[in-house]
């Protein structure tokens, strides 16, 4: 009986303990202070200029108050208060009720002709006078103006900006050396870490907040970069740019955006992580843009399904729907179909390779871990800028496409196929270049509509081979079930590009259906 119990005892998990909360963030205040800044920045509004941004309530926006259209709700203060005058002025002079905190004069969107300004936060790097903050803070800026913890007023040049990561590199010239922070390493940042913020909510100087980090590597699908931390360390309009600090007074997170159906903090604050903003940085200073490495391929996330159709044991890794001709990765060798599991030996999926490519050096020559034919194979890839502006393949001659072959009724995938022919090209408004078999009907709740396959589809390869007409899709479809595979993958072709799209075969007739001795119409 008591080794029993001294079993159970051995086997009981130990419990979780907490570090205590600081009894006060007053020190690490005092000294962090004098190095965040507000950043104010005018703007000549013009009738192309005017900020299309509507953000939907609810919706991550930036936490500045550049929005003209975006109402910023008054703070509720009760009649004859002593604030009451203090705040009906405040909001009045930085954008109140329909004028959003900082943009423009009145309620609604500036006039065309007029200024708008912007008010956001930022902070010291170097006491030479550099200052990060947002790229939504300063952009279209015709001034910027930066103001110093002892009311200090400053011209500011922008040294650089990165719109993909909103980042942006200014210059003060300082008449003495100013009080600057070091970026941390973000990747130590846990989740449940205490965090420091401090900017200008609202235009109020030096304001400081606590909380903890709430999630890592947030995307908020506004661009291939995103990996944020999430913080509940309220953060307003106005805070954009300022930084979030650790426990150590170490720069982990450049605050960016919120969460809000209100405009202010509901506690789902945004920052860039200070590994990722560190490297960007160092390349504004440098070269006044970052240099970002590019391979030229398109890429998505790899489902179960997928998986089990490439025989592959997990699903991981990023799959390969289209690749840049004369692209780094074209001549590399890296086909469509491929799996690209590791960059440089680090694990990738489809959303962490564009980052992880982009942090690479330009001209390094990296190994790339990829799944091809059912085994791992390993290329050589070198990294190249990011292209400003992509090439666009040129038109393909309209040289008259014959009629295709016979259309296949794939009924257990719930489609019908057939081959391209000028027909159907003007049909479905199909380029002439564009290769593969067309979809021409499918089946309502059937597997090729439920997964978003729609008549006009065109599916260029089916197992990683590329199909001409209806009856490859039928080979491949076969030699899959002969493999034993659960599904099948195709990658399909639309107005919004390619992706791959797996499909189960256990359901499909082992002819496939019906094939149709006529073409259609």
């Known amino acids: 009986m008591v080794g029993l119990l001294l079993l159970v005892l051995a086997a009981a998990p130990a419990p979780a303990l907490a570090r205590?909360?600081?009894?006060?963030?007053?020190?690490?205040?005092?000294?962090?202070?004098?190095?965040?800044?507000?950043?104010?920045?005018?703007?000549?509004?013009?009738?192309?200029?005017?900020?299309?941004?509507?953000?939907?309530?609810?919706?991550a926006v930036p936490d500045h108050g550049k929005e003209p259209g975006v109402q910023t709700p008054s703070p509720s203060i009760p009649p004859g208060s002593p604030f009451d005058k203090f705040f009906h002025d405040f909001m009045n002079k930085h954008g109140g009720p329909g004028g959003g905190q900082g943009g423009g004069q009145g309620g609604g969107p500036a006039a065309p002709g007029h200024k708008m300004q912007s008010l956001g936060s930022g902070f010291v790097i170097d006491p030479s006078g550099l200052i990060v903050t947002n790229n939504h803070v300063i952009k279209g800026a015709d001034t910027i103006t930066v103001t110093l913890q002892d009311n200090t007023v400053l011209k500011a040049r922008l040294l650089g900006h990165d719109d993909k990561t909103d980042l942006a590199l200014l210059k003060v010239d300082a008449p003495h050396p100013l009080p600057a922070v070091a970026f941390g390493d973000s990747d130590h940042a846990r989740v449940g870490d205490w965090v420091v913020a401090i900017g200008n909510p609202f235009g109020l100087s030096g304001t400081v907040t606590a909380g903890i980090v709430s999630s890592r590597g947030r995307s908020l699908d506004s661009g291939p970069y995103d990996d944020f931390i999430q913080?509940?360390?309220?953060?307003?309009?106005?805070?954009?740019?300022?930084?979030?600090?650790?426990?150590?007074?170490?720069?982990?997170?450049?605050?960016?955006?919120?969460?809000?159906?209100?405009?202010?903090?509901?506690?789902?604050?945004?920052?860039?992580?200070?590994?990722?903003?560190?490297?960007?940085?160092?390349?504004?200073?440098?070269?006044?843009?970052?240099?970002?490495g590019w391979i030229g391929v398109r890429i998505q996330d790899v489902s179960q399904d997928i998986a089990d159709s490439l025989g592959l044991k997990t699903a991981k890794g990023a799959l390969v729907a289209g690749i840049e001709p004369n692209g780094p990765a074209a001549k590399a060798g890296l086909r469509t179909g491929d799996v690209i599991q590791t960059v440089a030996g680090q694990a990738v999926d489809g959303r962490s390779l564009p980052r992880v490519v982009g942090e690479t050096a330009v001209g390094q020559t990296v190994p790339l871990g990829i799944w091809r034919d059912g085994k791992a194979q390993t290329l050589q890839v070198a990294v190249r800028d990011f292209p400003e502006d992509a090439a666009k393949p040129a038109p393909a001659g309209a040289a008259k496409t014959p009629a295709g072959p016979a259309p296949l009724d794939l009924a257990g995938l719930g489609m019908k196929l057939a081959g391209l022919d000028d027909a159907l090209r003007q049909k479905y408004q199909i380029a002439d270049g564009q290769k593969g078999v067309v979809v021409t009907d499918t089946v309502p709740s059937g597997p090729a509509s439920d997964r978003g396959i729609k008549p006009g589809d065109v599916i260029v390869e089916v197992q990683q081979s590329e199909v001409s007409q209806p009856a490859d899709v039928q080979t491949r479809i076969d030699q899959a079930r002969h493999q034993k595979r659960p599904s099948v993958v195709m990658l399909v072709q639309n107005n919004d590009g390619m992706r791959w799209v797996p499909l189960p075969i256990q359901g499909v007739p082992a002819d496939g259906g019906t094939v149709h001795g006529k073409a259609p119409g």
């Open 20 to 59: 205590p909360a600081p009894d006060s963030f007053a020190d690490l205040a005092a000294r962090l202070l004098p190095s965040v800044v507000n950043i104010s920045s005018t703007e000549t509004v013009t009738d192309d200029s005017q900020d299309d941004d509507d953000d939907a309530p609810g919706d």
């Open 231 to 292: 913080t509940d360390a309220p953060i307003n309009r106005g805070n954009s740019g300022g930084p979030l600090f650790d426990m150590d007074g170490a720069v982990i997170g450049i605050n960016t955006a919120i969460y809000s159906p209100s405009g202010g903090s509901i506690g789902i604050g945004f920052s860039i992580p200070s590994n990722e903003a560190a490297g960007v940085i160092a390349q504004l200073r440098q070269y006044g843009k970052a240099r970002r």
